[in-house]
């Protein structure tokens, strides 16, 4: 069935949505005070395969090589509540990280250990229309003026992530545009989790 014909047929849409970190931007609930609502674009988790060649007269096989996940980017609108930028920059001192302005703060650095666990696991989740489901034989004015929650139909796990790249904006006396916060995330893999049977609420 084609799917000009079929009401079920839902693409994907790239505004619909949400990023969250489990250690910092507070609640992940629709509402709650969280990042995820200053998010502004982002990267789905993407890989590499490099292949090795073998020659054999005057042929060439390829063979496959490792998996390399590459750096994925998200952006950010900076505020005053929440503060974004120090938000980041939190992240970076609970990293490990500590201004040089000591002999004893020269002996200290960030390590892989707490780089992750200052930014915590790194999830991308797809969201579908949200609306109602409305039976054919009901009339949709008689219905409550409420709509159904919002669901997410595939969540992106970034595993092992951490921050490598913070830029805090520009600023410029002839613009008037938004501060843009960008980030550059490292990760080991990622995971992808396609929720079957019209997705699972979000923020539940």
Do not use: C
Not at 61 to 75: A, C, E, G, H, L
């Amino acid at each position: 069935m084609s799917f000009f014909n079929n009401p079920n047929f839902q693409p994907k849409r790239k505004f619909r949505w949400v990023v969250s970190f489990s250690r910092i931007g507070g609640s992940t609930s629709p509402g709650g005070n969280s990042l995820s609502f200053m998010a502004t674009k982002a990267q789905k988790p993407h890989y590499n395969l490099d292949s090795t060649q073998h020659r054999v007269l005057n042929r060439e096989f390829k063979f496959p090589n490792i998996v390399k996940w590459q750096d994925v980017t998200i952006s950010f609108i900076d505020a005053v509540n929440p503060d974004v930028g120090s938000k980041f920059y939190n992240s970076l001192l609970n990293s490990g990280y500590v201004a040089p302005e000591s002999q004893g703060a020269l002996l200290t650095g960030v390590t892989k250990l707490g780089a992750n666990a200052a930014l915590g696991t790194v999830s991308i989740k797809q969201l579908d229309g949200g609306g109602r489901n409305i039976d054919a034989i009901v009339d949709p004015g008689e219905l409550p003026p409420n709509v159904g929650p919002t669901k997410y139909i595939e969540e992106w796990q970034l595993k092992n992530a951490f921050i490598t790249s913070v830029k805090f904006g520009d600023l410029d006396y002839n613009s008037d545009e938004l501060i843009n916060i960008d980030l550059t995330i490292k990760y080991d893999y990622a995971t992808l989790t396609s929720v079957p049977d019209g997705g699972a609420v979000y923020g539940v």
